[in-house]
């Protein structure tokens, strides 16, 4: 199993499949874009399903979140998912998109064995949209999410930053939409993970201040420690339920003490944490010629390093130097 010294055990992984986005958000990157990572540097096909197999079969890993990136951005996903599926024992396995694709691909990403999606959405107005992502592909994500629901990648789960000026009163508006349309929202801070190093503290749009909005609309029913387990999302029920909201607050409120996660970068770095700036490699070790158990001890001494906390609270806290888009979410 991959434990670390404060007694957590890491069973969900996180895997990267590429760095690229069809996106520019402008809390995650530069309108430009970035300096992408060279097709050599990334990690193959088969490289990819070897270590979730290892993750799998040797270390405890029970479920398996392909992100990027833009995860639908990568060539064989769906055999990728597939080939996944067939591992014995057979994770759970989910997708974190921003949907554009997500129609093309939903019924055939059900049928290789992916189990549910986490699609991320900010807004309801196309032109408020437009602003955030710099792209006009608005309606394309709609159609995704339909998409998903329809095929049974079910839980849908949306996620949603809030940014101030630009979709802060929004709150209320999204989750009366997520509800009529059987979608689980779920609201996250602004973290400091944007490739241009301008995340600021002051003004950002907090848990407690998304919490008060809702209140406004909703009647909001904590569901409970007991249900959440390692879960980053404290959730609550709308209105009695059975619908429900949550919300990750990586930094007002911190869960690092319930972390269960360990990050695959799309070029084959180990992270303990996402805002981590350590890594360990294992892309050397595979193309190196390293067997299974050489590959998994690695990976056990990474994660036996990983610290008791983010560190978003301490005053001399530094963002990481890889942005969000490179780490994997």
């Not at 999606?117 to 710099?134: A, E, I, M, W, Y």
Request: aromatic share 4%.
């Amino acid at each position: 199993m991959l434990i670390d010294t404060y007694g957590r055990a890491a069973t969900d992984l996180r895997v990267s499949l590429t760095d690229r986005c069809n996106l520019r958000c402008t809390y995650c990157m530069p309108e430009e874009g970035l300096a992408w990572l060279a097709k050599p540097d990334l990690l193959t096909d088969d490289e990819i399903v070897r270590l979730i197999r290892i993750a799998v079969t040797d270390l405890g890993i029970t479920e398996v979140r392909f992100t990027g990136g833009e995860p639908l951005l990568r060539p064989g996903l769906v055999s990728l998912v597939e080939r996944c599926a067939a591992l014995r024992p057979r994770p759970r396995m989910s997708l974190t998109t921003n949907g554009i694709g997500l129609g093309r691909t939903a019924r055939a990403l059900k049928d290789a064995g992916l189990d549910r999606v986490n699609v991320s959405l900010d807004t309801l107005r196309p032109g408020v949209f437009q602003t955030l992502t710099r792209r006009k592909r608005h309606q394309d994500v709609l159609d995704g999410l339909a998409a998903a629901r329809a095929a049974g990648l079910t839980p849908v789960k949306v996620n949603a930053v809030l940014m101030p000026g630009l979709n802060d009163d929004e709150a209320p508006e999204l989750l009366a939409w997520a509800v009529a349309n059987d979608y689980e929202l779920r609201f996250i801070e602004q973290m400091p993970l944007d490739a241009q190093h301008g995340w600021k503290r002051d003004g950002m749009i907090t848990a407690g201040d998304i919490l008060a909005s809702l209140r406004t609309r909703f009647r909001l029913t904590p569901e409970g420690e007991e249900e959440r387990g390692a879960a980053p999302a404290e959730r609550w029920l709308v209105d009695g339920g059975p619908a429900r909201v949550g919300v990750i607050a990586s930094v007002t409120r911190p869960f690092c003490g319930s972390c269960d996660r360990t990050r695959l970068t799309a070029d084959g770095q180990i992270r303990t944490c996402l805002f981590a700036r350590e890594e360990s490699d294992l892309r050397g070790a595979l193309r190196s010629g390293a067997t299974d158990g050489e590959i998994a001890a690695l990976w056990k001494r990474a994660m036996w390093g990983k610290k008791a906390g983010s560190g978003l609270d301490d005053p001399s806290f530094l963002q990481p130097q890889r942005p969000m888009s490179a780490i994997g979410g």
